[in-house]
């Protein structure tokens, strides 16, 4: 078996030397590509995250990596056929092991048991923008329903005069210890009590405010400060702004996600800004000064004299500031088209035609093609009877 396993540190893609917080971050990478339920179904994906779980509990480890970095895989060879490639995992909490990655993962968190201080949700809302205030940045203020923990019963949730019991079921853990079999053996996991939801506590007499939730909902505005550049799609993180955090612990934070407006004339691009702008056949041909619309307002450009349709020209600076650095932006890119005029009087189909003939007879290309034509034809049938004439003197005198 040894011979056909990879090395623990190629898996991970780390040196020997890594440290833990190394090892621990190129799992961490690998478990969100290829975890299970990330890439349900994916036979090939869930076999990666096996092999990389099997690293990282051996790596992260210090006796076992110490055993690893000495014997190989054959240290872990006997009495290993409970577990995935040779490695025993029977009997061990991955919860414990793997929890604080798997919480980052999928938004779970870790909390201490309990009924600990854990830190209370985040809350998510959208706002809606212009492009205009995209590029230059804009203060919103929302309206949003928040909690707060109620005055009556101080967020314990118990009607006032009692408290909350400790929950016989988790004996106060607000945790319950599970086994069930796995493609890694038996494994021991962690669960939330479903009585008491994780508090280690339950309320017999509700508060009468809150309904034993400890928490009351208001309507609150909130000014959000949106930053010239930013995408749509993108999202600002306004601290402390979330629920309410659980015995004593922090607040969540307020997201809000930025959706940016459609621009009936300008697209955007990472920095870049892009817009089409019409120029007549005069204006293309002889050149012109014409007006072109940026998010700075409009400017003056000098279109130069013999310009094709869809010639594209650069405005440099005049696109989106740089999230990160406002004193940069990008720039605006404008495409030129040239209209072709619909509707013409006498007067101006005249004077089209006059500049045609001058400037290369376009209109009368198939006439001249015909013409031309015509007296090739009739020359070869002057060259055809001369021939014939002669051949006919010829033969009378043959």
Do not use: W
Not at 56 to 81: C, I, N, W
Not at 107 to 112: A, C, D, E, I, L
Not at 237 to 255: N, S
Not at 266 to 285: E, H
Request: charged residues 30%; contains cysteine; positive net charge.
């Amino acid at each position: 078996m040894a011979d056909t396993k990879r090395d623990y540190y190629e898996v991970l893609g780390v040196d020997k030397s890594a440290d833990d917080a190394t090892i621990k971050k190129a799992y961490r990478n690998l478990a969100k590509k290829y975890h299970p339920d990330v890439r349900p179904g994916d036979e090939e994906a869930a076999e990666k995250f096996k092999e990389a779980s099997e690293a990282y509990a051996v790596l992260s480890d210090p006796d076992k990596r110490r055993q690893y970095d000495q014997f190989g895989h054959a240290a872990f060879e006997q009495g290993g056929a409970g577990g995935y490639g040779g490695f025993d995992f029977s009997g061990m909490d991955f919860t414990d092991m793997f929890g604080d990655i798997f919480g980052d993962l999928f938004g779970t968190g870790r909390r201490s048991r309990g009924g600990g201080p854990m830190q209370g949700s985040n809350v998510r809302t959208a706002v809606e923008i212009s492009f205009e205030e995209a590029v230059t940045g804009c203060e919103k203020e929302i309206s949003i329903n928040l909690k707060d923990p109620c005055k009556t019963c101080n967020g314990t949730g118990a009607k006032p005069g009692t408290s909350p019991e400790t929950c016989t079921t988790c004996g106060g853990r607000g945790q319950m210890v599970k086994q069930r079999q796995s493609l890694f053996g038996i494994m021991q996991s962690v669960e939330t009590c479903p009585d008491c939801r994780g508090e280690g506590k339950v309320v017999k007499e509700k508060c009468p405010n809150c309904f034993g939730t400890g928490y009351t909902s208001s309507r609150k505005k909130i000014s959000v400060s949106i930053p010239a550049g930013i995408d749509n799609g993108q999202s600002i993180r306004i601290r402390d702004k979330g629920e309410p955090g659980k015995a004593g612990g922090p607040r969540g934070d307020l997201l809000v996600e930025v959706r940016i407006r459609r621009h009936s004339e300008f697209s955007r691009q990472d920095v870049n800004i892009y817009s089409t702008v019409p120029i007549t056949y005069a204006q293309a041909a002889l050149g012109s000064e014409i007006l072109i619309n940026t998010v700075d307002g409009k400017i003056v450009y000098t279109v130069k004299p013999g310009t094709q349709t869809d010639t594209r020209v650069r405005l440099k600076g005049k696109g989106v500031p740089y999230l990160r650095d406002n004193n940069m932006r990008g720039d605006h890119y404008v495409t030129l088209v040239v209209q072709v005029p619909t509707k013409l009087n006498s007067k101006a189909k005249e004077l089209l035609k006059e500049f045609d003939e001058q400037t290369g007879d376009s209109m009368n290309v198939v006439t001249r093609f015909e013409n031309a034509k015509a007296r090739e034809a009739g020359k070869e049938e002057k060259d055809s009877e001369k021939k014939g004439g002669k051949k006919k003197k010829k033969g009378l005198f043959g």
